[in-house]
């Protein structure tokens, strides 16, 4: 996993996770607290709500993306955006400033006029765009989108979103975002949860990850909560997606998003490396994550069930069945560790499908590896 500098500012999993504030100078966007048409009360806002509550990064919206808006061209942004330097030069706190944009023009102008980095919500569907990025040595975060300007974070099915990240490349500087939210009418809850399931996935490509979850319907439903009342488990998602990798977290509620992010980051499992001799130990869970991260480096993704560890408590054998258990475990590699009221069943996600198709002995050993077989099977197609 690369470490990304963003002005300054270290981005990876060699630095704690950072805090994406927002500012909107839109006024369609449907945050109203966050919506300022005039720079200097943008200002404070950014300095009083975003900076000194603990924003490392403020995000500068030009535009509603909301998909119930007509999309603006790049020339309206371009109208927009003397409101988003004034604002910025008129902050007195230190930040990161990103400028969200779907287009080249927009973010080169930017970039020249004081911007930091560059938030594309189009995800190079402009395809200038990684050119301006990479010309400016910026930071840029890229969102999952279809290769059309006018339908960001619209990927349906969470399938497709690893190719929606990989369209037109990467620069070095680049940050994911798969892309969570109603871009869509298509997109339903469950497709934001599997993909929320599947976050570490997304690690394969070797970038950092934003995450973009703040009070979002596919956490609220869960909840049966309004936007209102959607804190806390904006909260708990924050925790989760720390935990499971994610180093950008952008957000409305910067005080309580950071603690949260902290959270997840004190308890986030500890990835080993080591740059003298290039070890890096890889956030691999399921046989999907192996997946990816075996084609990012041209490696045969059959392996891919082979690099996934899983344990399986079993009870209630008699000793005949236990053994017989034992022995078949040894054959197809897996590991059988017995105790007075029990076993433990231990295998690559491999092993186990192998010894769940291949075992032929009692009936009660048969029926409990048809059980691991199906966990397994459906863990090796996430």
Not at 271 to 292: I, N
Not at 300 to 313: G, H, N, W
Request: glycine share 10%; proline share 4%; aromatic share 6%.
């Amino acid at each position: 996993m690369r470490n990304v500098d963003a002005a300054g500012l270290g981005i990876g999993d060699d630095y704690p996770p950072r805090i994406m504030g927002v500012l909107n100078v839109s006024s369609e966007s449907p945050y109203k607290p966050s919506v300022y048409d005039d720079a200097g009360e943008a200002a404070a806002y950014v300095d009083e709500e975003l900076i000194d509550q603990g924003a490392d990064i403020v995000d500068v919206g030009l535009e509603s993306a909301n998909k119930k808006f007509e999309v603006l061209s790049a020339e309206g942004e371009l109208e927009r955006l003397d409101t988003a330097i004034e604002t910025i030069e008129s902050v007195s706190g230190d930040a990161v400033f990103s400028i969200e944009t779907r287009y080249h023009e927009v973010a080169e102008e930017a970039l020249k006029r004081g911007f930091d980095m560059v938030n594309d919500i189009c995800g190079f569907a402009d395809p200038e765009m990684p050119r301006v990025c990479a010309d400016y040595d910026v930071a840029v975060g890229k969102m999952a989108s279809p290769p059309d300007l006018e339908r960001p974070g619209a990927v349906e099915d969470p399938d497709d979103i690893y190719d929606a990240l990989e369209r037109n490349g990467f620069t070095d500087k680049t940050i994911l975002d798969p892309a969570f939210g109603g871009w869509s009418e298509d997109k339903t809850l469950e497709d934001d949860r599997e993909t929320f399931r599947r976050l570490r996935e997304f690690r394969g490509y070797g970038y950092p990850i934003l995450v973009s979850i703040n009070r979002k319907n596919f956490l609220r439903e869960i909840a049966g909560r309004d936007t209102e009342g959607a804190l806390p488990v904006s909260l708990a998602a924050t925790s989760m997606a720390v935990e499971r990798g994610a180093h950008v977290v952008r957000t409305h509620d910067v005080a309580e998003t950071r603690d949260a992010a902290l959270i997840g980051d004190a308890f986030a499992r500890e990835r080993v490396r080591d740059g003298a001799v290039g070890v890096e130990e890889l956030d691999v869970t399921t046989a999907g994550e192996a997946s990816r991260h075996l084609d990012r480096i041209g490696a045969d993704t059959a392996y891919a069930e082979d690099a996934a560890l899983r344990v399986f408590e079993l009870s209630g054998l008699d000793a005949t069945a236990t053994e017989a258990l034992a022995d078949a475990a040894g054959v197809y590699g897996a590991t059988v560790a017995r105790g007075d009221s029990g076993l433990l069943l231990v295998g690559t996600i491999g092993t186990l499908n192998r010894l769940a198709a291949g075992f032929e002995g009692p009936e009660s050993v048969e029926a409990a590896l048809d059980t691991v077989g199906e966990r397994t099977r459906t863990e090796d197609s996430e």
